[in-house]
């Protein structure tokens, strides 16, 4: 297996941004020789694409199932476009998958997007607003009812990784938030939605709402297990 962390320039963020690509090994890329399914996995709040060093079942999984796990910094955004600012959707849904498509051997026509933590609902927000992008959507010991988030931290009870100003960067009025687009309460799931978490995740209730919203099942084990599953 190969980690390669690096950096390039954004149109979208006006900068650059840091990344970590988890490739199979260089014997089971010359097996192929072609183009790889790949996998764009979002970070936690609070997190950067480093997070998914802490995931060693990751390096083996992208060997044994040939594939190609590309994770791009989307600092608090939540994968939303900011008013003023970095355009972080547009940025994760098409220009990173067409950076990477320049740099790796990943075929995005067999592109997957997924996510942890408020990755996971910025993954499920982005193959909605972009479909036919992704195959897959994956979500795993995800925060999705933005709605009641938002609630919490005005009041005082949010997770320390979060601020009133960071979330209204990203979502606005949040008055405006329920049933709007950017609700995934509201309205179907997009098409290959896959919900996980691990046995003890805390959320886990939460993950089961949104399931049963969708009618889809979800999955139990750690991330590498989950993707396992469905790669």
């Known amino acids: 297996m190969a980690v390669i962390q690096w950096n390039a320039l954004s149109t979208n963020l006006y900068g650059s941004f840091e990344a970590l690509t988890i490739l199979p090994d260089a014997g089971t890329m ?5 183009r790889l399914p790949v996998l764009y996995l979002l970070h936690d709040n609070g997190e950067n694409a480093l997070q998914f060093l802490r995931s060693r079942d990751l390096e083996t999984l992208c060997n044994e199932k040939k594939a190609v796990i590309c994770c791009p910094w989307i600092s608090h955004s939540f994968g939303q476009d900011y008013r003023w600012g970095g355009t972080f959707g547009q940025f994760a849904a098409k220009e990173f998958p067409g950076i990477c498509a320049n740099m790796f051997a990943v075929d995005n026509a067999q592109a997957m997007i997924g996510g942890i933590g ?40 949010g997770a320390e990784d979060l601020s009133l100003p960071m979330m209204e960067a990203a979502f606005g009025d949040p ?15 997009p098409d290959g939605a896959v919900l996980g978490c691990s046995p003890d995740f805390a959320g886990a209730g939460e993950t089961r709402r949104l399931a049963e919203r969708w009618g889809i099942p979800v999955h139990t084990g750690t991330l590498a297990q ?6």
């Open 226 to 231: 989950v993707l396992a599953s469905i790669l």
């Open 30 to 34: 010359k097996e192929t020789a072609g």
């Open 118 to 157: 408020t990755g996971a609902y910025a993954a499920f927000f982005l193959a909605r607003e972009y479909p036919g992008s992704f195959r897959k959507a994956i979500g795993f010991d995800g925060r999705y009812d933005m709605a009641e988030l938002f609630r919490q931290v005005r009041e005082g009870k």
């Open 175 to 189: 008055d405006s938030l329920p049933g709007s687009g950017k609700d995934l309460f509201a309205g179907g799931a």
